[in-house]
């Protein structure tokens, strides 16, 4: 009963697209062709740069697989991954704020999610060069091969499965991507999620936004359904990378990472000089920020409690497999179906916030290792299952405690992104109720320092939520330790 | 004696078929066989782990095979032995005891006697995940037990030991096993297993039993 609810939870936006799937008239089909055309081609270059940049900044990661480098290498490995990590609105600033004239259109969407998915793809390759392919990397060393001759011959045929996968991988992020196109694209560069947000939101076209949606839905899940299915086997062993091992990858995270850290420090510092055109925003500003920290908290809340329904559903094969081929709502449809649920003023947004964060995220959450930590506690389940021990038993005395601080850390990640949220606290509230949505309004009034400036009480209130999820999971796991 | 009837199972790559086998009342029944013969199969189908349409499995007068598994009131040690890492050593013995709903001052006293049989009092209280592997083993052992199982099934226990605590093990639990008079199934490919501990011995090989039933 517990995993149809979840289940239910987890698609209802899909049953209410079923139920709202009224197309009364076929939508104007070249708005839809260019809308797919943007979609695809955004995504696809998004995918292409990414993974040409990943390619190269592995190389550079590769050359400190050195014990003494080990603490440089993750010093870097952080610097990549932080783009992918904070909520896009930091990005967003940063590269509005170093690149000007900033291009609209593909070209801005392309440019933004390049930065944002490049160190993703180049921590992902670096371990599978080294894991899958080091015993190979050596013996090509040691024969004797350039290192052209075996990167055209040897390691990229070996990895075209694994580059094909992740190019897949980022494709799927960036085609259902919402917040970046909606901020960067412009006119010229909408795409399929910025259209089913305009249809509802600007010409209340219903039918064809529905349609829009279910066709990305089908889209998206056909793409990730293929993404999902190969995993090669990896092979744990140090191996020695001298073959492929390139500095001028290094160079290219620091030139990535000065963008995004320049470009943020650079539009903060000449913010401050108009500090004062903030007093006259100073009520808003203090309500804003505790709405973002009551989002961020009630968002952490509700991952932790849905990370720990996941866990008490576990073990069952047909749920794992539903976890795993699960592809999230579009954020426009998960936004507008609670919309038309209910009453939008008030408290209302507080609740159908969290709600709509919580759908988007939890599946990403899963992903992120929750998946693992069930996967290794399965044994212990299994020999509690034997012994006769009830699911509530084994959830108080064997899951919970152990999987409590990890929850935790899963729930405070998702209160950061919810506190940097402006795109779907956009749809589902009327006025600024966050310090994300504050920043949002401001950046896109052109009052980009200013902006930047706001968006540091973000990273404030997603620390709050984030030692407070943290702290809270470890208390509980101690509270109701057996 | 219990009795396994039609225990058959079709895995595409191999195939396990045993029409009929006896597993002692008392005493332990060894099931040896070399790696990749089907031992861990027949022992996660006998747990009910593993779907085996048609099976039968009679013990005093009742089907096992029919029951779900927490119902088939079986003590399980794995190879993996999977203590939960934090819990106490107690606490692992007593999580079995709850789990079959054991009263709770029945459960102590049988506590206290498997702690003085199996040497445990040094490290009762310490957190499994710091136990060294022979007293994670005893721990596991113990835990079977609490639970006044039916029947104990023992997948390879001695396997993730040393050579000298292996040897030492096998007689602690031969002792505990002909003390609590529980009847056990031990699955092995360990030859000194048998030796030490075997009442009766049952060889698979691909999938069949080739001897000793």
């Keep these: 009963m517990l995993r149809i609810g979840l289940v239910l939870f987890l698609i209802f936006p899909f049953l209410f697209l079923l139920t709202q799937f009224q197309v009364t008239s076929w939508p104007d089909m070249g708005e839809l062709i260019w809308a797919f055309k943007n979609s695809f081609l955004q995504a696809t270059l998004s995918a292409v740069f990414s993974l040409v940049l990943g390619f190269w900044v592995a190389l550079g990661l590769l050359a400190l697989n050195s014990p003494r480098t080990r603490r440089l290498r993750f010093v870097l490995e952080v610097l990549c991954l932080l783009p992918n990590f904070l909520p896009p609105i930091f990005i967003l600033l940063s590269a509005l704020s170093v690149i000007d004239p900033f291009p609209m259109g593909i070209a801005g969407i392309v440019i933004v999610h390049s930065l944002m998915?490049?160190?993703?793809?180049?921590?992902?390759?670096?371990?599978?060069?080294?894991?899958?392919?080091?015993?190979?990397?050596?013996?090509?060393?040691?024969?004797?091969?350039?290192?052209?001759?075996?990167?055209?011959?040897?390691?990229?045929?070996?990895?075209?499965?694994?580059?094909?996968?992740?190019?897949?991988?980022?494709?799927?992020?960036?085609?259902?991507?919402?917040?970046?196109?909606?901020?960067?694209?412009?006119?010229?560069?909408?795409?399929?999620?910025?259209?089913?947000?305009?249809?509802?939101?600007?010409?209340?076209?219903?039918?064809?936004?529905?349609?829009?949606?279910?066709?990305?839905?089908?889209?998206?899940?056909?793409?990730?359904?293929?993404?999902?299915?190969?995993?090669?086997?990896?092979?744990?062993?140090?191996?020695?990378?001298?073959?492929?091992?390139?500095?001028?990858?290094?160079?290219?995270?620091?030139?990535?990472?000065?963008?995004?850290?320049?470009?943020?420090?650079?539009?903060?510092?000449?913010?401050?000089?108009?500090?004062?055109?903030?007093?006259?925003?100073?009520?808003?500003?203090?309500?804003?920020?505790?709405?973002?920290?009551?989002?961020?908290?009630?968002?952490?809340?509700?991952?932790?409690?849905?990370?720990?329904?996941?866990?008490?559903?576990?073990?069952?094969?047909?749920?794992?497999?539903?976890?795993?081929?699960y592809v999230a709502p579009s954020t426009s449809l998960a936004c507008f179906c609670l919309l038309i649920l209910g009453p939008n003023e008030g408290l209302y947004p507080f609740l159908k916030i969290p709600l709509a964060l919580t759908v988007l995220s939890l599946n990403s959450l899963f992903r992120m290792g929750w998946d693992s930590e069930l996967h290794a506690l399965q044994n212990q389940m299994t020999v509690a299952y034997s012994m006769g021990a009830s699911p509530n038993q084994i959830f108080r005395e064997v899951l919970f405690p152990q999987l409590s601080r990890r929850a935790g850390l899963l729930a405070g990640i998702a209160s950061i992104w919810a506190c940097g949220d402006f795109a779907v606290s956009r749809i589902l509230a009327h006025h600024d109720l966050s310090i994300a949505m504050m920043t949002e309004t401001l950046m896109s009034g052109y009052r980009l320092n200013q902006a930047i400036v706001l968006s540091s009480l973000i990273v404030v209130a997603g620390f709050i939520c984030f030692v407070i999820c943290v702290g809270g999971s470890r208390v509980l796991s101690r509270k109701f330790a057996p | 004696?219990?009795?396994?009837?039609?225990?058959?199972?079709?895995?595409?790559?191999?195939?396990?078929?045993?029409?009929?086998?006896?597993?002692?009342?008392?005493?332990?029944?060894?099931?040896?066989?070399?790696?990749?013969?089907?031992?861990?199969?027949?022992?996660?189908?006998?747990?009910?782990?593993?779907?085996?349409?048609?099976?039968?499995?009679?013990?005093?007068?009742?089907?096992?095979?029919?029951?779900?598994?927490?119902?088939?009131?079986?003590?399980?040690?794995?190879?993996?032995?999977?203590?939960?890492?934090?819990?106490?050593?107690?606490?692992?013995?007593?999580?079995?005891?709850?789990?079959?709903?054991?009263?709770?001052?029945?459960?102590?006293?049988?506590?206290?006697?498997?702690?003085?049989?199996?040497?445990?009092?040094?490290?009762?209280?310490?957190?499994?995940?710091?136990?060294?592997?022979?007293?994670?083993?005893?721990?596991?052992?113990?835990?079977?037990?609490?639970?006044e199982p039916r029947l104990l099934l023992l997948d390879e226990p001695f396997s993730a030991l040393d050579q000298e605590l292996r040897e030492e093990s096998r007689k602690l639990v031969k002792n505990v096993i002909e003390q609590e008079k529980i009847p056990t199934l031990l699955v092995t490919h360990d030859q000194r297993d048998v030796e030490v501990m075997a009442n009766k011995i049952t060889t698979i090989r691909n999938g069949q039993l080739v001897e000793g039933y």
């Design chain 1, 117 to 325: 998915n490049f160190g993703l793809a180049a921590v992902l390759l670096a371990s599978t060069i080294e894991t899958k392919l080091g015993g190979i990397i050596e013996l090509a060393y040691v024969e004797g091969s350039s290192r052209w001759r075996f990167l055209r011959q040897g390691l990229l045929p070996m990895l075209k499965k694994d580059l094909w996968l992740l190019g897949l991988f980022i494709f799927v992020i960036c085609f259902g991507s919402f917040a970046v196109p909606l901020i960067v694209g412009g006119g010229r560069g909408t795409t399929v999620e910025v259209l089913i947000y305009e249809k509802i939101r600007l010409s209340s076209q219903w039918g064809d936004a529905v349609l829009l949606a279910f066709l990305q839905s089908v889209f998206i899940f056909s793409l990730s359904f293929i993404a999902s299915r190969g995993k090669g086997s990896l092979h744990h062993r140090p191996a020695n990378l001298r073959l492929l091992g390139s500095y001028s990858g290094l160079m290219v995270i620091g030139v990535l990472s000065f963008v995004y850290l320049f470009g943020y420090a650079q539009g903060f510092v000449s913010g401050l000089a108009m500090i004062s055109t903030f007093y006259e925003l100073q009520s808003a500003l203090v309500w804003n920020f505790l709405g973002s920290i009551v989002l961020g908290l009630s968002v952490g809340v509700l991952c932790y409690g849905g990370l720990m329904w996941i866990a008490y559903c576990w073990p069952k094969k047909w749920f794992e497999r539903f976890l795993n081929g």
């Design chain 2, 1 to 147: 004696m219990s009795l396994v009837e039609n225990l058959h199972r079709d895995y595409g790559d191999f195939k396990l078929s045993i029409n009929q086998w006896e597993i002692l009342d008392e005493g332990v029944t060894v099931l040896w066989g070399p790696s990749g013969s089907g031992k861990t199969s027949v022992f996660r189908i006998l747990l009910g782990l593993e779907d085996c349409p048609g099976m039968k499995w009679t013990y005093q007068g009742v089907d096992l095979a029919r029951l779900k598994t927490p119902d088939r009131h079986l003590g399980v040690v794995f190879q993996t032995l999977d203590l939960f890492p934090h819990l106490t050593a107690e606490e692992n013995m007593m999580f079995a005891a709850r789990a079959r709903k054991v009263d709770a001052a029945k459960a102590q006293a049988r506590m206290k006697e498997l702690v003085g049989t199996l040497k445990m009092e040094s490290f009762l209280q310490r957190p499994a995940s710091v136990l060294s592997g022979g007293e994670k083993q005893r721990v596991a052992i113990s835990r079977a037990i609490m639970g």
